[in-house]
Every structure is written in C-alpha cells, then in structure tokens.
C-alpha cells in the first residue's frame, strides 16, 4: 500500500468520495471491517452524519432494546434492561464520531428494492431517561456541531439537554420545545457558547415564547457572543434590542411579530446598531408598510441583501412603497447593498395593490449605485416604459438579475419595447436573467418579411434566462430569430401562465406563444452559430 494512503486527511477525503457513490455506507462499513488502517478514518465518515437515533441504539447488544410495530409506519423503541457501563463504552464509541444529527426519530427504510418510506420511530420513556443521564454527566454526543431537532413532543426535552454540547455551532429547534420549562433559553447560551447558527422553526404553537420568559430571551444573547445567523418567526421588540447587541450577527431572518410596539424601540437615544449585518429576510407579518418604514428609521445597517416579503392588501398604496424604500436607503449603506427583493407569501390572494408600481416608487431605490440583484413580485400592474428602462439601467449598470412581477404578471399593456431590451442588454453587459414584459409589435412579423439587416450583432453573452411575463406575440419564429442575435447564449425562454385557467389548451396571448419561441430558438441559435464560424 501507498505511504500516502496512511494519511488520515488523504483517507478521509477518499472516504467522503466513496460515500457519495453506490452502496456508499455500505462500503464504507466494509472497509471498517477488513482494514486496520482504514478503520478510524471510514468509521469518521460513515458515523458523521445520523440520520436516526435507531442506527445508534442498534449497535448496542440486542438483548439491551426492541423495536416494536405500532402500525405500518410508526416504531416504538424501549430498552428491556438498564444500560450498563460496558454499554456506554459500546455507545461512545460511536457517538464520539457523530458530527451531524439531521433527524432523531425518523428513518427511511427500502420497500422491495426500490422507492423509500419515511417511518417514525418513538421512543419509549425509559429511552429517553437513560439517554438523558450519561454516567459522564456531559454531553450524549460531545463533538456534535450541527443539530436539527424538529420533535414537538415536550416528553422528549431532557433527551434535547443532553445534546447541548460546547462543540454546537449550528442549532435547529420549534418554538413550541422553548415552551418547556425544562428547557430555559439560557440554557443554549451557556452550553452551547460556541454557536454560530441559530434558528427557531414555526411548528405553529399558538403563543412560541410564554410572556414571562421574555426577559430570559433577551439573556441569552449575552452569551452567544460568536451568533452569526439568526431564524425566528416572531421577531418583538426584545428580540431585535437583543440582536443588536451581538456585533458578529451577519444574517438575520424570520417573521416581524404582528402589531409591533415600536414605542419601546424608539426610546433609545442611539440607533439599533446592527454593524456585520450583511443578510436581512423580513417577512413583515401583520404589520402595515408604514410600521416597516419607521422601523427602519431607528435602526442602522449595512447589508449586501435585503429581502422583503410584504403583507400587501387593497388598502397599500405605491406612495407607502415609496416611503419604504425610502427608509431603507436611508438605514443602509448605499454603497453595500446589492441584491434587494420584494415579494408577498405565497398563495396570498389579498387582492394586491389597486394602483399600478410605475418608476416613480422604486426611484429611492436608484440611489443604490451597486444593485446586482433586484426582484419585485407582488400582486399589482406594472407601468414601465423605455424611458424607465433608461434610467433604471443608467443607475443600476452592474445588474446581473432583473425581475418584475414574473408570478403575477403586469396587468396592464407594457410600454418597454424592443429598443427598452437592447438598452437593458447593452448597458448591463452581465446580467444573466431577466422577467420583463415587452411591446414586440414592431418586429413581430410574419418571418417572410424580416429584413436582412437585423437589429443586434450579439448584444451580450451573458444572457441565459429570459422571461418575458405577460408580453402578447403573434409570430414566434420572429421573435425567436431577433433572440438568436442579440442573446447568442440563450438557454431558456418562458412567459405568464395564468395558473387559475384550467384549460391549459387555450391560447392566452403568451402562454402558447412563448412555447413554440422556446422549441425553435434551440435551432436559430445554432444557425447563427454556425454561420458566425464560416465567415471567420
């Protein structure tokens, strides 16, 4: 054997290759068995990630657990006898190994050979006990950095205090096992000292925090003094004053609590101060756009990506848009912040907007010179011509992604032209994608007629998605040739479709259309490739 396969950096980089592959584990267990040398290193890999407390608890003598079928796919485990000291030593030894833990209580099993079942497994209370009482009294699994817990059953928090290792620094958890009192918030800061990611999932508990453990919230940011990511879906006034206190925060997501009291926020005499923030995803709740503009008044930061979700009814207005953007500006570094999105929940049918989005209410937005990214998808028309396309691209040259309303379409008929795209395509020479709805009228004509000298010459090579929304074309090979010279690049076109129509068989002006552009511009593509390479 090669001297360098007894490098256990060299082993375990294989290792992972091998895991990757068919009967990955399986391998891996094999070369665990048949090679000394290989031991420890295969045994790293293959115990690194679990994906179920059963594979751990199996390893254990068998006259030691039972697994128990409660119906098709749910499993009780319960130990028939109490652990032992030499069952411990067989436990850690392979729990020492564990790095990642993605799922305790569920695990996948093959159904004749081929699809998967999810199972649930339940572990009997006895199980939990034993597992919540290592005779170390430290953590059950010690070198654990990444936990997802998503177990809403309170009976199963001691196990969840066992897991809290110094070595944590991705945790998971649903509010509803922050309800526990066997689980107090600052219990995470002072076991877990080291952790970076933090994230509170929704598993919709009616109240996720009790009132009188606020303040108990608030403590625990005082010990997580390396917190870089933050999730939580209902973000109060206690929340965000702790959050400011954590200089090494860069990204903060979650859902603003409904009916935020910014009176207590308003009574610092300083700015919440958020220094490293670099990511912000709001999705703004209950709260009216008006709230969302004077919060960002009395906090600063300077992020590279802001992403809103808006709670936008008939009663907004693009006036209280404008005033939004307006404060964002203003909270923010204008030199940072590149990449800005807005849109509304999912499946929301609030009615949107009753007034068309024109320039005028993103313009606050034009004074971020270094926007690359830029997503506006809410539920309301959209007023834009070529001259809006002027300003917007003479602004925001270095764009790489622009979208407006590619889910709900623009409502209204677009005033940006053929002549708007060319100015879009040549001034941001690197934007890769767009959803935009275009006047093609000019050059939508029967393909007979298209004049030999044609408007492109290979704007831009960068180019690979077009959307064009909602824009209406009566002859797609003319579109798909005047594509094929300015997107030379081209890989995907698509359009609007009008999901709430159940006869996908009718022609709605772009649906179709578009359609017949995607399948034939493959072919101008290639043709005008073709012909580029012969006259060289």
């Known amino acids: 054997m090669h001297r360098c396969l007894s490098i256990v950096e060299v082993q375990r980089a294989i290792f992972r290759e091998v895991q990757t592959g068919p009967f990955g584990n399986a391998t891996l267990a094999r070369l665990a068995r048949t090679c000394r040398i290989f031991q420890n290193a295969a045994l790293d890999i293959l115990w690194e990630t679990l994906p179920s407390i059963r594979y751990l608890i199996q390893c254990l003598p068998p006259d030691l657990w039972k697994i128990s079928i409660i119906d098709g796919y749910r499993h009780e485990i319960r130990f028939q006898r109490p652990m032992s000291s030499t069952d411990w030593e067989i436990f850690f030894r392979f729990s020492s190994r564990i790095r990642t833990i993605s799922s305790l209580f569920q ?12 199972l649930k497994l339940y572990a009997n209370s006895n199980v939990v006990i034993a597992l919540s009482r290592p005779p170390s009294h430290g953590p059950l699994i010690p070198n654990l950095k990444t936990l997802c817990w998503t177990e809403s059953n309170l009976e199963y928090v001691p196990l969840l205090q066992s897991l809290l290792a110094r070595s944590l620094v991705d945790l998971s958890l649903p509010s509803s096992a922050l309800r526990s009192p066997e689980m107090p918030m600052d219990l995470i800061g002072t076991r877990c000292p080291l952790l970076k990611i933090f994230c509170i999932q929704d598993d919709g508990s009616p109240s996720p925090i009790p009132i009188n453990s606020q303040a108990i919230f608030s403590e625990i940011y005082m010990h997580l003094s390396s917190l870089e990511s933050f999730e939580y879906h209902a973000l109060d006034e206690v929340v965000i004053i702790g959050l400011s206190r954590i200089p090494t925060l860069v990204r903060l997501s979650g859902r603003l609590q409904n009916n935020l009291q910014l009176g207590r926020l308003g009574s610092y005499s300083t700015p919440l101060e958020f220094r490293s923030l670099e990511s912000l995803a ?11 503009a004077s919060l960002l008044e009395i906090v600063h930061f300077s992020p590279r990506e802001v992403s809103f979700i808006l709670p936008l009814d008939s009663s907004s207005t693009p006036d209280e848009l404008r005033l939004l953007f307006v404060a964002l500006v203003n909270a923010s570094d204008p030199e940072r912040l590149s990449h800005i999105s807005l849109t509304i929940p999912p499946g929301t049918t609030s009615g949107g907007i009753g007034q068309p989005i024109s320039l005028f209410t993103i313009q606050p937005l034009l004074e971020l010179p270094n926007v690359k990214s830029f997503t506006f998808d809410v539920e309301c028309d959209i007023s ?6 002027d300003a917007l691209t003479e602004r925001w040259p270095n764009l790489t992604k622009l ?4 889910s709900f379409g623009w409502g209204i008929q ?3 032209t053929h002549r708007g795209l060319i100015t879009l395509l040549t001034r941001c020479a690197s934007l890769t994608e767009f959803a935009l709805a275009v006047d093609f009228c000019e050059i939508d004509i029967p393909p007979s ?14 180019c690979r998605r077009a959307d064009f929304v909602t824009s209406v074309i009566e002859y797609p090979a003319s579109i798909a040739a005047f594509l094929s010279d300015i997107c030379p690049k081209l890989t995907e076109v698509t359009s609007f479709r009008d999901e709430d129509s159940d006869d996908s068989s009718v022609d709605d002006g772009y649906g179709n259309e578009w359609e017949r552009v995607n399948e034939v ?8 490739k073709q012909y580029t390479g012969m006259s060289r």
């Open 521 to 528: 511009l493959p072919g101008f593509l290639a043709v005008r």
């Open 403 to 406: 979208s407006f309303n590619p």
């Open 384 to 389: 834009m011509d070529d001259a809006a396309i």
């Open 282 to 292: 709001l999705e703004l709740g209950g709260n009216d756009l008006s709230t969302v």
């Open 107 to 118: 695990y996948t099993t093959p159904w004749f050979g081929q699809s998967l079942f999810n």
């Open 449 to 462: 007629s298209i004049p030999l000298s044609r408007f492109g010459n290979e704007i831009t090579s960068h």
């Open 414 to 416: 677009s005033g940006v």
